[in-house]
């Protein structure tokens, strides 16, 4: 996946998904978004390591028009 097509699916994904809900991402479905009303966690499994958590983070509500400019400005 390009950077380019991953930084528009986190956008898309970040806009819509601001109710509880979760999104899988990638190919191998290995980036999940689970937002809720106080923003979303980003996680990240490893699937050669029985899909454990690699890392997470979470991003405010107020927070997500920040990124995703930030996401927007990478070209």
Do not use: A
């Not at 191998?28 to 990240?44: A, Y």
């Amino acid at each position: 996946m390009k950077r380019s097509e991953l930084k528009q699916l986190i956008k898309e994904e970040l806009e819509k998904t601001l109710d509880e809900t979760t999104v899988k991402l990638g190919s191998d479905k290995t980036f999940i978004l689970k937002s809720d009303k106080r923003g979303v966690q980003l996680t990240k499994v490893d699937p050669n390591n029985g899909f454990q958590v690699h890392s997470e983070m979470y991003i405010f509500k107020h927070e997500i028009p920040d990124v995703i400019n930030f996401l927007n400005s990478i070209k």
